[in-house]
């Protein structure tokens, strides 16, 4: 499944046989004090920063209507995000993974952020397009 837009995520992870767990992380983006013009020019144009952790949470595929939903909780919440990181962890026998599971894998992606590290993970803009990191 050609996944570009975060709807189509959750519809292919309504679809396992496994139960799953969606672990986004929501990073804003920012400007480094001692940025260049061009690099500034870039990010005006939302085309470059450095990306940061904000929040990060998992949701049941089950309970999560669409992007729009989880955009307006996010932005009750008050973080000022620029892309969501998102992965899915399966569970097995039936079963959801288990929580302790579930925090884990949550503070390894929270990591993998922070160091730039997010090849494994489908970012989303605000718009819940898939966009491609470069």
Do not use: Y
């Not at 870039?42 to 952790?53: D, I, T």
């Not at 990181?85 to 992606?109: C, I, N, T």
Request: aromatic content about 6%; overall charge negative.
């Amino acid at each position: 499944m050609n996944i570009s837009h975060f709807n189509d995520l959750l519809a292919a992870a309504r679809e396992q046989s496994e139960p799953q767990r969606l672990l986004l992380v929501f990073a804003g983006a920012s400007l480094p004090a001692d940025a260049t013009a061009e690099q500034r020019a870039r990010f005006e144009a939302g085309e470059s920063g450095e990306l940061s952790p904000l929040m990060c949470v998992d949701k049941d595929p089950a309970a999560l209507e669409d992007f729009s939903a989880l955009a307006d909780e996010a932005s009750r919440l008050g973080a000022d995000w620029a892309l969501v990181f998102a992965a899915a962890l399966s569970g097995s026998g039936g079963q959801a993974p288990a929580d302790s599971l579930v925090e884990a894998a949550l503070q390894r992606m929270v990591d993998a952020v922070k160091s730039g590290q997010v090849s494994a993970f489908i970012p989303f803009d605000r718009q819940g397009e898939a966009v491609r990191l470069d």
